[in-house]
């Protein structure tokens, strides 16, 4: 955190010149200026003084929330490979999905895979094969989504993907909540 800049910005957020600032808490202009460059750091007591003259707090001061990210590159992202069921491999494209309120997969499922059977749920899941075909299950209800095809689900039965085909299949699916 630069210090610094931070009362540099709070004091132009008051409209206040370094000498009013300086006048308010019976420090030097000199002083202000040092601190807001960074080549002076106030004392504990002389920042709790210099923060109350800005309408602030050392607690409101120091309480940065990180910026949140937005772009997620490849080693981000969480594979598991999956040999026996899937005989392919699911990414979870954003780190933590699981707190936000949809979570995007990438599944890929190799010529017999199918990925483990959901049950019922309260939301939504969203699919769309980027290649090859899978059948979508519901119940006893298979329907064949080809590349290129999406499908758009309110659970109410158990449900997943198989891939019948001798070609690998990939399908982005987007569930919320987060359900993977």
Not at 4 to 9: A, N, T
Not at 78 to 98: C, H, M, N, Y
Not at 112 to 141: A, H, I, W
Request: aromatic share 6%.
């Amino acid at each position: 955190m630069d210090i610094g800049e931070k009362l540099r910005q709070l004091r132009l957020q008051r409209g206040l010149t370094q000498e009013e600032l300086a006048d308010r808490c019976e420090l030097s202009k000199g002083f202000i200026s040092q601190v807001e460059r960074n080549l002076a750091s106030p004392s504990i007591a002389t920042l709790t003084d210099l923060l109350e003259c800005l309408g602030s707090s050392l607690p409101a001061f120091f309480n940065e929330k990180a910026a949140e990210k937005t772009v997620f590159a490849p080693q981000d992202m969480f594979v598991k490979e999956d040999a026996e069921e899937l005989r392919g491999s699911i990414t979870w494209l954003i780190p933590d999905a699981q707190k936000n309120d949809m979570e995007p997969i990438l599944v890929e499922l190799g010529p017999g895979g199918q990925t483990m059977k959901l049950s019922p749920g309260e939301g939504e899941e969203f699919g769309y094969v980027l290649s090859g075909s899978v059948n979508l299950c519901l119940g006893e209800r298979k329907t064949r989504v080809k590349t290129g095809g999406s499908f758009c689900l309110h659970p109410k039965q158990e449900h997943w993907l198989e891939n019948p085909n001798k070609t690998r299949a990939r399908v982005l699916w987007v569930s919320t909540p987060p359900s993977f």
